[in-house]
Structures are given as C-alpha cells and as structure tokens.
C-alpha cells in the first residue's frame, strides 16, 4: 500500500464547479504540501500545512492530523486551474508523493 | 525574488557517459532536495541536504552521487548513465526552519540516448 493515496486519479469538470481533491497518507509526518505541475513540468508550491486550513485565492488546503488527511477545493474553478495537483508527505527532510490528480477544467 | 536555478534546463548524453546536474537554491534556504521523473511517472525522490550535509536518501543508483558545496548550492553527478535514466530531474530548496515551504527549480530534462 502506497503511503501517500491520492482520489480521484483523473477528474474532468466544467468551469465554475467546486472542486476537491483528496489525499490519505499512513506515515507520520512534519508537515503536507499541495502542489501544482503543469503541462511543462514546472512544480509549484500551492500550500505547505501542518494542522488546520489554509486559503489562498479560489484555494483552500485543509488538514487533520488525526484522521490523517488532506484535502484541496477550488472554488469557481477555470480553465487555466487545469493541472496536475499532487500531495506530498514531508517525513524526516524525505519528501513521499502521492500519484496526483489530473484536473481538467472544461470552458 | 530569486528563485530555485537549475542548469542545464536540457541535457543529451549517450549511453555510459556522465552528466552533472546543478541547483543553486534560493538565497539563505539551506535545505536541498533532488527528485526524478520519468516520462508519466510520479517523481521519485533521491537525495536530499541539509546544511550541507546528507539528510535522507531515497531511490539513488549507486551511479549516482549527489553533494551540496559552501554555497548551498547542490550537484547531482550520474555516472555511466543508461537509457532509463532519461527522465526531468528536479530540484527543490527551503529552510526547514524559517519557513518550510518549497520552491522548485524548473528542472533539467536528461535525454539518454
């Protein structure tokens, strides 16, 4: 079993939906990032959490330590929010990645 | 702001010979992380620094060698490359105890041919 699960794997939807984005890990850990690859390959950093809620623009980033989970929603989402958004562990300077999800946003 | 540069952004070799990848993190981050990613795959991770010594290591070749300098700036040296090693290598930096978050360099695209 993969420490890191991410749900759905591929998600298509139409512009303006609410979206979220799951992720489950097993290991114990400092701290969860989102991040966002694109098409070219760069990786950005939406959202580093280590308890709580984080917001920032049309993103929010929720975690419980507890349940060991994770979500990201996307609020009014667009097309160019098309990506894939991955979930990554941070465990002793060792970053574990979850598979991501492919998010299409259709106009 | 500066951000996280790799260099080469592109990269050809042939089959057994080495290449050196290099990150030069953002100013004052001391942390470095280096991960692959093949073609469609997730990205694995390899190596990483912390003060510029090894912190964690993951799935590294043995033909692989990885170190970060005075600078904090970081080389990921591969020796007798082979075809599977084609792949985007990535860097990232942070400071752990500043601020954790991470940033990415745009990463360098080995080809192996």
């Known amino acids: 079993k993969n420490e890191v699960e991410q749900s759905p794997q591929n998600l298509t939807a139409q512009e303006g939906e609410f979206i979220t984005i799951n992720c489950s890990y097993s290991?114990?850990?400092?701290?969860l990032h989102w991040l966002q690859q694109h098409p070219g390959g760069g990786i950005v950093s939406l959202f580093m959490?280590?308890?709580?809620?984080k917001k920032h623009g049309r993103l929010i980033a929720t975690i419980n330590i507890q349940e060991k989970h994770s979500s990201l929603h996307i609020t009014a989402s667009h097309p160019r929010d098309s990506a894939v958004y991955i979930c990554a562990v941070d465990k002793n300077y060792q970053l574990i990645w979850g598979a991501g999800t492919k998010l299409i946003i259709k106009p | 702001a500066a951000g996280v540069i790799q260099s080469p952004r592109h990269l050809i070799k042939e089959k057994r010979e080495t290449a050196t990848l290099k990150c030069y993190p953002i100013p004052r981050h001391d942390t470095v992380y280096w991960y692959q990613q093949g073609p469609g795959q997730d990205p694995q991770f390899l190596i990483s620094f912390y003060e510029k010594m090894q912190s964690d290591k993951g799935s590294i070749p043995d033909r692989f060698s990885a170190q970060q300098f005075s600078d904090y700036h970081s080389e990921l040296n591969m020796s007798s490359l082979e075809l599977g090693d084609s792949a985007l290598y990535f860097c990232a930096s942070s400071s752990p105890l500043r601020d954790p978050k991470l940033f990415f360099g745009s990463g360098t695209q080995l080809s192996v041919l």
């Open positions: 290991v114990g850990i400092s701290a």
């Open positions: 959490l280590s308890s709580g809620k």
